[in-house]
């Protein structure tokens, strides 16, 4: 009896063994083949839920908004206006007393040239005017009394020949002068009336307006005239700054003969600061004076700083098919340099409180624009009508409302196909 317990003990044991355990066994035994089989069944079933309700498509929103509308543009930095420095004389640079990019202020020296001529002729006409003055000073203290005195004199001796003429002719008429006598009592007078009228001509050359007063003042304005030539050229050799601002070129060294017409440095002047930039001619329509941008250098994209479009060229650059515009900086950032490249959004146009779609679900802009939307798990189009297209966004006057969802370009989805819409 107790053989027969243990061997039905036995048994049910062994019956045990081939249970849970044994399946455990096997499924570890085959668990390549397994995994194997889960991961087509698990790729079954996602293909069929992609077939019958279409793949994952991260959608944007339509919603409303302000929009500005810009135009872009990549022009540079440079001042209304440069000045060219060069001397106005031909002479040797002696020195450059400045460097390129500079900062100088107005009067300050730039450039000396060789002056030891121009002192020379300094000299030399100083003493011309020294000489002139001498001789207005002669005309004014000697040559002028002189001739009073001559005319006085003159007078006296005329007066004395009229008596003496008088006597004569009287003694004459009565028979008791001679001939002779009444000759040169007649001689006598003539000759005090000439010499009278050449004082009076002497004295009146010498006074003021005389003809030789008149050369003697001449002559000291035509002395002053060259001491103040030949000063302006001594001053012409030292070169200084006509205002304030930048050197920017430089095309001298000490050595260099120089002459007038050439430029030797290049100022840019302190002050105003504009940007220059080429707007495509298709944009000419929405540009107009006084509109503001914002602008940033390309050395300093994080940097951004405001500008007011002040010009517009009345021509087009048919090359190019563009149109100069300038927009003034007021203030100017200290950063900015001379022909530095800028970046920048003009506001042409804004609405505010808009219907607004992301441009990169807008289909056919140009032409017939429309876009994709996730309605009902399928993909319909719409079509819509634009308004300002501002940077990124366009504003949709009709055709759409906010909270439609739209599918972007870059989806790959066609019109009509399923899909299941993802809001990020």
């Given amino acids: ?172 008429d009565k028979g008791f002068g001679t001939r002779a006598t009444l000759d040169d009592a007649t001689r006598n007078l003539d000759v005090a009336r000439t010499q009278v009228r050449t004082a009076e001509l002497q004295l009146y050359t010498s006074s003021l307006g005389g003809s030789d007063y008149v050369m003697a003042e001449t002559q000291l304005s035509q002395a002053r005239a060259n001491l103040g030539t030949a000063r302006a050229r001594l001053g012409y050799a030292l070169i200084t700054a006509p205002r304030d601002g930048v050197l920017i070129t430089r095309n001298v060294e000490r050595g260099t003969v120089v002459q007038p017409g050439r430029a030797l440095l290049v100022l840019a002047p302190a002050g105003e600061i504009q940007i220059v930039v080429q707007i495509d001619e298709k944009n000419l329509g929405q540009l107009a004076l006084g509109q503001h941008a914002v602008a940033s250098a390309d050395a300093y994209p994080d940097r951004r700083f405001t500008a007011t479009l002040s010009y517009i060229n009345p021509s087009v650059d048919i090359n190019r098919a563009s149109v100069e515009v300038k927009l003034k900086v007021d203030p100017a950032p200290d950063y900015l340099r001379q022909d530095m490249t800028v970046s920048v959004d003009i506001a042409t146009a804004r609405r505010d409180d808009v219907i607004i779609v992301p441009a990169r679900a807008v289909h056919d802009v140009a032409t017939a624009p429309y876009v994709l939307a996730a309605v009902g798990g399928r993909a319909v189009v719409k079509k819509i009508r634009l308004g300002l297209r501002g940077v990124g966004f366009y504003e949709v006057l009709d055709g759409l409302a906010p909270g439609d969802r739209v599918v972007p370009l870059t989806a790959g989805v066609k019109a009509g196909q399923r899909l299941r819409a993802v809001v990020p």
């Fill in 1 to 172: 009896m107790r053989v027969e317990a243990d061997l039905a003990g036995g048994a049910t044991g062994s019956a045990r063994t081939s249970g849970p355990a044994a399946w455990a066994g096997a499924l570890w035994r085959h668990k390549w083949p397994a995994l194997g089989i889960t991961l087509i069944l698990i790729a079954a079933a996602l293909g069929l839920t992609r077939l019958l309700l279409g793949p994952e498509v991260v959608v944007a929103e339509v919603q409303r908004g302000d929009l500005v509308q810009t135009v872009v543009a990549s022009g540079h930095i440079e001042t209304p206006y440069r000045v060219e420095i060069g001397s106005q004389i031909t002479g040797t640079v002696k020195d450059v007393l400045v460097v390129e990019g500079q900062q100088v202020r107005q009067g300050q020296e730039l450039i000396a040239i060789e002056d030891s001529e121009l002192r020379a002729a300094v000299v030399q006409t100083e003493g011309a005017v020294a000489q002139a003055e001498a001789r207005m000073r002669q005309l004014k203290e000697l040559t002028g009394p002189a001739a009073d005195q001559s005319l006085k004199q003159a007078q006296a001796n005329l007066l004395n020949a009229e008596a003496a003429y008088e006597r004569a002719s009287k003694l004459a």
